[in-house]
């Protein structure tokens, strides 16, 4: 008998140190943090019971709905609208996202707590092509309880294709300029709406043109943050080892390319450039253009490069500028939560035990 007590004694303790272990499946009662549609338009994981110590929980809401087809576009944007109460830092909620087989699911993105209803940007870089894309909302909870909780009123996801958008010239350099080196340019940030953005940078030569445009080292940063996802995967310096970005001619001759005979400071090997002088006698007009970026929250942009501009012709120029998708981006997923038909829910955590401090979570 004295080995129960001292049992139950530590295994009191070690909950009301906040060490509660999950014993798996239980059922839902009102200590549990559950995903309700609290009402039209509000899906809510949040907790009846707010006298509950060491409330351990881990419980997902699935989709479960028709297959979101992203395929076909080469930028997709996560929109969802939120708001978050933690009790502590160890209640959050997270967001996981799986391609065709949904046994494998990534973490995306953690939810940081907001006293308003906040809107959250994310590109979906990893999960171009994806045909049927699986979304995780998942809460844990290893401190005092969920407080008001976590809520979502909205998801939309859009894509939109190379090629389109509206375009705006940000910086020109003409033939009297001959720039060679480190360029840093802020970018107002005015001119990233709602939408989702990409960068161009143009080479136009005319027909007598021996001159070329090289680049390497594109960074992009966002309110201190570098935010370009890179050929090789992640975001940072993009050094064009492994290739350019995609590319329009305009119809004309020539073309980006991955070489090293133009190359000066910081461009150590392999960089990006458009050479006429390999092509003597045809226009140029070569556009490549970066990945699809969203910053519609950023206060500060700016975009870092080295490069060797080398005009000869009077009709040679070099230009930097902005496509913002705009009215171009088309809709694939769009959920206001008018029912919970569509996902699907599975909770996780701790017994409940009536202790003489309170309701405990703990595992026996």
């Not at 549609?37 to 409330?55: A, K, P």
């Not at 046994?103 to 171009?128: A, K």
């Not at 960089?271 to 990945?291: F, K, L, M, R, V």
Request: glycine share 12%.
């Amino acid at each position: 008998m004295k080995t129960i007590v001292v049992g139950v004694i530590l295994a009191v303790s070690a909950c009301l140190a906040g060490n509660a272990v999950s014993i798996g499946p239980e059922t839902s009662s009102e200590y549990n943090a559950q995903w309700n549609l609290f009402r039209q338009g509000e899906v809510r994981c949040d907790r009846v019971g707010q006298n509950c110590y060491g409330c351990n929980d881990d419980t997902t809401l699935y989709y479960t709905g028709t297959a979101i087809n992203l395929a076909g576009y080469d930028g997709v944007r996560m929109n969802i609208v939120y708001m978050q109460d933690a009790a502590d830092d160890g209640d959050y909620c997270q967001l996981w996202l799986a391609g065709e087989d949904h046994y494998y699911y990534n973490l995306v993105h953690t939810f940081e707590n907001s006293e308003d209803v906040c809107s959250l940007d994310l590109m979906l870089d990893g999960y171009y092509g994806v045909r049927d894309l699986g979304i995780k909302f998942e809460w844990v909870s290893d401190g005092s309880g969920v407080d008001r909780g976590f809520r979502v009123y909205s998801i939309a996801i859009t894509g939109v294709s190379w090629g389109e958008g509206d375009y705006t010239t940000i910086f020109t350099w003409d033939a009297s300029d001959d720039v060679t080196g480190h360029q840093s340019i802020g970018i107002d940030w005015m001119l990233f709406h709602a939408n989702m953005n990409c960068l161009s940078y143009k080479y136009t030569a005319d027909a007598d043109s021996q001159g070329w445009w090289a680049i390497d080292n594109v960074q992009l940063m966002a309110d201190g943050e570098s935010v370009l996802p890179l050929q090789g995967g992640g975001y940072g310096i993009e050094e064009f080892e492994n290739g350019g970005w995609y590319q329009d001619r305009h119809g004309l001759p020539g073309g980006w390319e991955t070489d090293s005979d133009h190359r000066t400071g910081d461009m150590y090997s392999l960089n990006w450039q458009c050479d006429s002088a390999a092509h003597s006698g045809w226009q140029y007009e070569a556009e490549t253009i970066t990945p699809w970026v969203a910053l519609s929250g950023a206060n500060e942009v700016g975009v870092d490069f080295d490069t060797w501009f080398h005009p000869v012709g009077a009709g040679e120029s070099a230009s930097l500028g902005l496509y913002g998708s705009g009215s171009y981006e088309r809709t694939m997923y769009l959920e206001f939560f008018d029912d919970f038909k569509d996902w699907h829910t599975f909770d996780y955590g701790s017994n409940v035990t009536e202790t003489s401090w309170g309701a405990i979570k703990a595992g026996f």
